[in-house]
């Protein structure tokens, strides 16, 4: 049987060329907004091996994914990363536009320069705190002066660098100037992202939900915030930054909904497709690949779970409210 070749196009026209793969669920931290302090990971030998991730995108690739992140959990705590990154690289030119990671850059100091070797030209950092104190606070875990390290050693090497940042109130919101200005003097992209309800945390997310409206608001008093239709695949809106010249981008799953141009997918480290980050429907894609040496079975499983995507999702944050799903960021991927 022949493999399809067509691309992926969703009931709504939409064309997937985004892949999002999570090679890990663990991490190095434990980000207040994003886990629990006593986190309980998949079994090891659940996990799809770097050789299974390998083929899942390929697979993708193959039927029109043009950009390919991957995430964790923390990507660059998987064994053997390197290896995956440098097979996957293989696609770079011959299908695959962009092949691209989020860390959170505890471990770029050993690894900036092997992932430019690699092909990878650009990287998003998650950092939400230029206060070494507060970022132990927030990370629980997390040695910001390594992070530091670590982004010096990437910019070193050469790589693109965007700062993602989650806007939490009354933690970081009287911050975001600085790292503004920190970003863009350094020559980085600043992405501010809103909290989502993902999973049971210690927090009440009612109490870090900080809308981005606001924070725009705020941010327009002091700089000139200019719109600009840029895109890097993802759900960021971006606007220049007259005063800096830098570009600051927004995600804004709660005040502003952004699904309705939605290209990407998400696959888990035990290989199940995501359609959508806001809901639960999902299709398990390692079954069928370990059932057969084709791949005939995956891209049929592929193709179905396509044709169910929805045409959003329904994040609410309330305090009166559990989360919208049970799963921790950490588990999809970033």
């Known amino acids: 049987m022949s493999v399809p070749t067509a691309r992926l ?11 999002r793969v999570s090679v890990t669920d663990r991490c190095d931290f434990r980000c ?42 923390e990507p660059l705590v998987r064994r053997n990363i390197l290896w995956l990154i440098e097979a996957l690289s293989r696609h770079l030119g011959d299908g695959l536009e962009e092949l691209t990671l989020t860390t959170n850059g505890s471990q770029l100091y050993r690894y900036a320069d092997a992932l430019a070797g690699l092909g990878i030209k650009r990287i998003n950092v998650s950092l939400d705190t230029l206060d070494a104190a507060k970022f132990r606070v927030l990370t629980r875990w997390g040695d910001f002066s390594q992070v530091m390290r670590g982004i010096d050693a990437a910019a070193r090497a050469g790589l693109k660098i965007k700062i993602n940042t989650v806007a939490l109130r009354d933690m970081n919101e009287d911050e975001i100037e600085d790292l503004l200005r920190w970003t863009h003097g350094r020559g980085f992209d600043l992405t501010l992202i809103e909290t989502m309800p993902l999973g049971e945390i210690e927090a009440d997310r009612t109490d870090q939900y900080l809308p981005l409206s606001l924070v725009r608001a705020r941010l327009s ?57 806001g809901q639960d429907d999902a299709a398990d894609l390692r079954t069928p690949m370990r059932a057969s040496g084709s791949d005939a079975q995956l891209h049929t499983a592929i193709d179905e779970a396509i044709a169910r995507k929805p045409k959003g999702h329904d994040f609410i944050i309330d305090r009166d409210s559990a989360p919208a799903l049970s799963r921790h960021m950490s588990a999809t991927g970033g």
Request: hydrophobic residues 35%.
């Open 9 to 19: 196009v969703d009931r709504f026209g939409r064309a997937i060329t985004y892949l």
């Open 32 to 73: 207040t907004y994003c886990m629990a302090e006593d986190m309980t990971f998949v079994p090891r030998k659940e996990l799809l091996s770097l050789e299974e991730i390998d083929r899942l995108a390929s697979a993708f690739i193959a039927r029109g994914v043009r950009k390919l992140r991957l995430t964790g959990g």
């Open 221 to 277: 008093q002091h700089f000139t915030l200019g719109d600009i239709p840029d895109k890097t695949g993802g759900p960021a809106r971006y606007v220049r930054v007259a005063e800096t010249g830098g570009r600051l981008g927004f995600i804004t799953p709660m005040s502003h909904n952004f699904c309705e141009a939605c290209n990407r997918v998400r696959v888990t480290c035990t290989g199940t497709l995501y359609m959508c980050l």
